[in-house]
């Protein structure tokens, strides 16, 4: 098999994103919006999980390529990672340790890498993103990912918020000139 040709390889990326952003665009629920961003994560790592943010602790919400109970929670205390990029609001890469990304994350192995990203609404971090390969992370990808689903979770929370671009277009008669 051929490797793609970088702008047949650069139009597969973006047709994915654009993907991703339609699904974001039209959720409708907690678990529509955690699937999608699972599902724009997945183009970019071969396993990933999303958690929420809840009081001092995380609590998982949906994962894949991962063997982690549905009911995992933890102090964020107890991950240095997690808590890292929860108080700075940038993306942090950490070794998959048990210290650093908990016991269920860690990975043996030395040097095996996992990238946490926060995702925000507003000034709050809501959720973490977490994301792990064998070999490189593309963290650019996956920030924009964790970006696009802050903006499309914002937007739709504060949809009373934002002006209209255009005048809304409403029908009316038309006036028969003579």
Known sequence: MHDLEPAEAGSRVVGNLNQFLRRLRQYRSEAEWISAVLDGASYFVQQGAIFTVEGAGLRLRGQFNLRMPESLEFPISSAAAFGAAIASKDPVVALRTASEVTDCLSQPGAGERALIVPILHGDRV?????????????????????GMAALVLERQSNLSLYAQIGTPSFASPLKVVS
């Open 126 to 146: 809501v959720a973490a993103l977490f994301a792990a390969n064998r070999n490189e992370i593309d963290i650019n990808a996956l920030e924009l990912v964790a």
